[in-house]
């Protein structure tokens, strides 16, 4: 984080996909599905990955933001999510 404009998602991102190094990547799409299906109530990115580190099993915490990212990119998004499509609608908040 050291380098300049690279914070701590990207750092995490870095350590875990380059290094194999067990780091849960937290961007907006982790945050607010995270949320909006109940696993927390965090109001912050970082807040959200410490309550993802207590929660999911450490062999999890690298692919965990894969799979978020992409529901949250075509499913689940900001505005107008796409509950109709949505596979874990039954977590929903």
């Known amino acids: ?5 690279v914070g701590r998602k990207i750092a995490n991102l870095v350590l875990g996909v380059a290094f194999n190094l067990d780091t849960i990547t937290v961007d907006t799409h982790v945050h607010r599905i995270s949320n909006r299906i109940g696993l927390m109530k965090s109001k912050n990115l970082a807040e959200t990955e410490q309550d993802l580190m207590k929660i999911l099993l450490q062999k999890y915490w690298i692919s965990f933001k894969t799979y978020l990212v992409v529901h949250g990119q075509k499913i689940c998004k900001p505005i107008s999510p796409w509950c109709s499509k949505c596979k874990i609608i039954s977590f929903c908040q």
């Open 1 to 5: 984080m050291q380098l300049p404009g």
